[in-house]
């Protein structure tokens, strides 16, 4: 029978931009190949029915990488911890593929951890077996959470011993296939105007336009140039699409760790889960990344840095789109986010139409309560979702009935019971619902990966990992 993952319909986009976007490249070979996940809720998205992909499809096409296409590099630059960096790439990953959704979207599948490249530097090209399993984690848990975010497809455990400075080593390597919108990055345009080719950033930004934000030109069709119009709406509705993934992450206490502009998805999805962490409790200095030693990507600064690499981006798009307009649409970002946050919070919290004004007390209350209590951040929603009930509108007394610091929730908890008060027997149902819809069971906190990390290393015992993906679903 033949592969479906080999036999999809491949569309060579990037491939025919030219060859100044990519180098082509080779996988390596691998001496082992076991498929330790394979993403069968992506598959429906591409036109396949799981039933008819093998384990074997799998691994021959994203193990062993069977296959004639070229595979592309794909060129890069950016911004990382505040310094330009000319020397980077796909390193260790290259675009294995582009097919169109059954959404007439078009997605990539792109590598990582499959073997050398231009782009590699001193380093060898892999993905250590911990860290595609983080990567799968953190992509499936924020994709509970509502976060717009890539997605692995597979992880293939490759059998090499790999010398990492933050792992017990050697440690095992694996290499894992992601599922995203594009792989085009913020640093892809960096590079273009760091070697002054106005012309392909004008050929690129059409393609993700083309691509990526085609309502818009639906809508603003002109007669000389088609993308004319398009372009300052591209950046206003690239600004909003950072905002609201940034407030994404937030709600759902997600430090990424590393926001360098070559880790910024064009399309504005969420990608790249190295270091990542969730938050334990509300601290806005929480830094995920053991080597952000100022703490520039502390959780509480992600707005702040996303904003500024979308400010960092004009540089690169100047020469196509007035930086005028581009500093006028930035100056929305605050207003974007703020809205975005506030409505997601309120939904953790249960509410839907909340005035302004109250919802902007309620976030405050919360905030500060989960600041002086250190309660976990989850576990406060997570109970809250639990605890909540109909009755909590008709006596205070009964909302955190334990918490363990009372004289903490007070304030919280009067507040939250003089909302309650104008809702119906229905809309108290409603918020049940939404409690749910929005506080997923599973938290992704440190210590949940590595108990499911020491599992497969100390005994090679894969059911707590595949315990934790089905606790993500649930
Ligand atoms: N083990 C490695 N071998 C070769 N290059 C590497 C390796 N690790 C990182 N790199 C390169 O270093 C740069 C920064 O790495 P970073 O960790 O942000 O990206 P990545 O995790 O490799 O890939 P992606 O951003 O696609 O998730 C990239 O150019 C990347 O390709
Ligand atoms: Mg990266």
Redesign the pocket.
Known sequence: MSNPLLSLNYEPAIQALGGDYYDEVLSAEFPQHILRFRNDQLLPKIGLNSQDVKDEHFIEAFGKFHCVRPFLALRYHGYQFGEYNPY??????FLYGQVRGVDDELYDF?T?GSG?TP???S?????TLKGGVREVLAAEILHRHGVRTSRCLSLIETGEGLWRGDEPSPTRSSVMVRFSRS?IRFGTFERLHFYKRPDLTKKLLNHVINCYYSNLKKENISQKDPFQDCYFLFYLELVKRIAKLVAQWMAAGFCHG?L?T??MSITGES??Y?PYSFIPTYNPKFTAAYFDYSGLYRYSHQPLVCKSNLQLLQEALAAVIDRKNMRSALEKFDDFYLHEYRQLMMRRLGFKKLAEADADKLLQLTIKMLTDSQVGYHDFFLELRQKFSPEWRDDISQIFADFEQPELIDPWRQYYYHLLQTYSDNELEEMTERLQQYNPQQSLIRPVIESVWEAITLEDNWQPFYDLLQQIYD
């Open positions: 980077l790439g796909d390193g260790r990953g792109g990582k050398r782009y590699s530097r380093a060898d090209g892999r993905l792989h590393v360098n070559d880790n990608f790249d190295g």
